[in-house]
């Protein structure tokens, strides 16, 4: 696996991974929908704590990255023999 296919592979396993980690832990601010309220959506996130699932994803994939690196440099997958 060259650099830039691991940098493909690690890019899109973050934003996989991210995306399933974002709705965790979310919680509303318990605010019930009375009128017009000017810049703040009501059913926004009272703290999504972008930083923690940034760095959880970041964790995530990169072990995630480490065992499927290994695994090509291995050859136990080998998609090349597939498409040939």
Do not use: H
């Not at 309220?37 to 926004?44: K, N």
């Amino acid at each position: 696996m060259g650099l830039t296919g691991s940098i493909v592979v690690y890019v899109c396993i973050w934003w996989i991974v991210f995306f399933s980690i974002l709705p965790v832990g979310i919680k509303s601010k318990d605010q019930r929908f009375t009128g017009n309220i000017r810049g703040e959506d009501p059913g926004a996130p009272k703290n999504p704590k972008i930083l923690t699932k940034f760095l959880y994803t970041t964790l995530i994939t990169s072990i995630i990255f480490v065992v499927i690196y290994f695994m090509v440099i291995k050859d136990y997958v080998n998609l090349r023999e597939y498409f040939n």
